[in-house]
């Protein structure tokens, strides 16, 4: 027997008439959490890299703009492109829904290589731009999942990326919104990608040597996010508007995610061969 819920408001709360909606709160939450995280990563003994509290701030800076810029493109780009060329203003309506993880994740890698770039210019930071930009998205490996985390459940909350059409007993019925239940895919996702992902990379960081190759976690997370992403993707709804790839079924989701696996895997590859 399904489960049926009753919708959840996607607004939190509104200020002043100015709506709080929960998908902003969920980047806010990963924002703050990740800044911490990355303060204590930073500031620790064995640190790979240290970084004061004006950097940090300036790091923050340059991922925030990073996430959104890259995940609003990447979404643009890979699931929508013929909708924006034809309303090309809608590009900028983020408020109407529509990130992409792959794009996020493009904008933070860049986002990162231009900080550590704009660092060794500065003097700042000692060491290759490459080097320096690596060891920090090790860190960020670590503190990447808490944000999938959120996001995946502001998803459940927004009725976002639902599942297929499922018999299964926990499926899911949107109250008034849904007839047939579903796999409540965004959650799958927020316990794969989100919480697993986050203690496998902790454990990784903490109690091996991957940390002192620059590279090697950022190539673990790539592959393991792709396994976990592929694999969720089989209980999730393509998108209305791709629909799959292939006839046996291939999503955009798993395609971008092949390609991160590859790529994560090169990185690893290198990362741990070099000298």
């Not at 990740?34 to 003994?45: A, E, I, P, V």
Request: charged share 15%.
């Amino acid at each position: 027997m399904a489960i049926t819920i009753n919708p959840i408001s996607p607004v939190a709360f509104s200020v002043f008439g100015f709506d709080i909606r929960w998908y902003a709160l969920a980047y806010v939450a990963a924002f703050v959490i990740g800044y911490f995280m990355l303060r204590h990563f930073t500031k620790t003994k064995d640190a790979q890299i240290k970084l004061s509290k004006k950097q940090l701030d300036d790091l923050l800076t340059a991922l925030i703009l990073g996430v959104i810029l890259g995940g609003r493109f990447g979404y643009v780009l890979f699931y929508n492109l013929p909708f924006f060329l034809s309303h090309p203003l809608e590009i900028f309506a983020v408020w109407h829904g529509g990130m992409s993880f792959h794009g996020g994740l493009i904008g933070v890698i860049i986002a990162t290589f231009i900080f550590a770039w704009t660092q060794k210019k500065q003097g700042a930071l000692t060491g290759r731009v490459y080097e320096n930009a690596f060891k920090l998205l090790d860190i960020m490996a670590v503190v990447a999942p808490i944000g999938l985390f959120f996001g995946r459940i502001a998803n459940f909350i927004n009725m976002e990326v639902m599942g297929r059409v499922t018999d299964v007993p926990w499926g899911v019925v949107f109250a008034g919104h849904s007839e047939l239940p579903r796999h409540p895919s965004p959650l799958y996702e927020a316990s794969l990608e989100g919480i697993a992902l986050f203690i496998i990379m902790y454990c990784l960081y903490k109690f091996t040597k991957f940390r002192k190759y620059p590279g090697a976690l950022g190539g673990i997370l790539g592959m393991l996010y792709a396994l976990f992403r592929i694999f969720c993707e089989q209980f999730r709804a393509p998108d209305v508007q791709i629909g799959f790839l292939t006839s046996w079924g291939l999503t955009m989701g798993q395609l971008l995610s092949g390609l991160m696996f590859l790529a994560g895997m090169v990185i690893f590859g290198i990362a741990i061969r070099k000298k």
